[in-house]
């Protein structure tokens, strides 16, 4: 199991404090943010991509990612989201593999159709079309990775003749893929198709809806060959607030939630609390709750948590990452209670050369035809 988090890089209020950091301050703790995170011993970290006040989540995440691999060594380095609409895939699969370099692989990315429906006009999109150009961009970004000399033409980009997309994916090998959809079934249904991942960022969502949307896609996983079901690659979003007192947490949160741009000034803390995965309480509480979400939809492979949101200082962040630390001994022994051996990890780049170097033998071994008059091979 990956154990990460995510950023949307929201500017906001701090509501106690009545000031809000400058674009350059949150930039700067983003990056110490992601070092906290591999100090502490989490898997992943993983940015968004905006294009609009009040979010400082860059617009191109591969120069957030580069700059982190430069100050990291360990930690897996990923996207919440990709916007696969608004992006030239040309320039994605350009972008992705040249940081995969730099990052000596650890980069994967989660592709999806943004929730701001204004930066589609921006690119010169058409928002009713986001679910084809979904899914035709990354068929293109597929085809650049893993193929030179591609001759390309579809309904949203200018055709291609002969390009060859450069640098190379390192190793030969692009970047693991999670599709990541909230309420789109054709998203889990590419991803399925395909033999990615699926990522459900279920923040907003009941556990129900987010069992639902991982059925689908692990139903449609097994029907086009992949694996069985329960094999798929899923990965959950979350979010928590914690201190070692459980009303401590609460009484300390409270004013951040209640003044949220996104879920502020609607439902209250426990309502939302009880309805959503957000979990604010004790460590114990958190770790229960969280450890809870595979009895919902199976065992999976990537559990990431919001944590820098509405308007929550640094500082604080930084302590939160203390206890997710605390607690994370338990969470890897509480997700690895009960799974069976046959129930993939989330893939890396080691595991996918690996893998890519298995089927290469395979693949020559089939070519070898026995000759049981002599008792060699001739390759058929």
């Not at 961009?137 to 650049?144: P, V």
Request: aromatic share 10%; hydrophobic share 35%; no cysteine.
């Amino acid at each position: 199991m990956q154990i990460g988090i995510f950023t949307v890089g929201d500017v906001t209020l701090d509501p106690t404090a009545g000031r809000a950091p400058s674009e350059h301050q949150r930039i700067r703790d983003t990056v110490a943010i992601a070092q906290k995170a591999e100090e502490v011993g989490l898997d992943v970290f993983a940015t968004g991509e905006h294009h609009n006040p009040p979010f400082v989540a860059p617009a191109n995440p591969p120069i957030l990612m580069a700059s982190i691999a430069a100050q990291t060594e360990r930690i897996i380095l990923s996207t919440s989201t990709t916007l696969i609409t608004t992006n030239d895939p040309v320039r994605l699969a350009e972008d992705y593999a040249y940081v995969q370099h730099l990052a000596d692989g650890r980069v994967d990315l989660m592709l999806g159709r943004g929730n701001t429906g204004p930066v589609y006009p921006w690119f010169g999109k058409d928002i009713r079309q986001g679910i084809s150009l979904a899914l035709e961009n990354y068929a293109l970004l597929r085809r650049l990775w893993r193929e030179t000399d591609v001759d390309w033409q579809g309904k949203f980009r200018t055709p291609l003749q002969g390009f060859t997309s450069t640098p190379r994916p390192m190793d030969e090998v692009p970047p693991f893929v999670w599709h990541g959809s909230i309420r789109s079934p054709e998203i889990a249904e590419q991803a399925a198709y395909y033999g990615d991942g699926f990522f459900h960022n279920n923040i907003f969502w009941t556990m129900d809806h987010t069992k639902q949307m991982v059925e689908l896609y692990r139903n449609r996983f097994e029907h086009y060959g992949h694996g069985r079901a329960d094999q798929a690659i899923v990965g959950l979003g979350g979010q928590f607030f914690m201190r070692k007192n459980s009303q401590d947490a609460v009484e300390e949160f409270r004013p951040y939630f209640d003044n949220a741009p996104v879920y502020g000034h609607g439902p209250s803390l426990e309502e939302f609390t009880s309805a959503t995965p957000l979990t604010v309480g004790s460590p114990q509480q958190v770790l229960e709750r969280t450890l809870s979400f595979t009895a919902e939809v199976g065992h999976y492979q990537r559990q990431l948590f919001l944590l820098d949101h509405a308007g929550l200082p640094t500082k604080t962040v930084l302590e939160q990452l203390d206890l997710l630390g605390e607690i994370l001994p338990d969470l890897r022994k509480g997700f690895a209670e009960g799974r069976p051996d046959d129930i993939p990890e989330a893939p890396t780049h080691a595991s996918l050369v690996a893998a890519r170097g298995e089927a290469a033998v395979v693949a020559d071994q089939h070519e070898l035809v026995p000759d049981t008059m002599t008792g060699t091979s001739d390759r058929s």
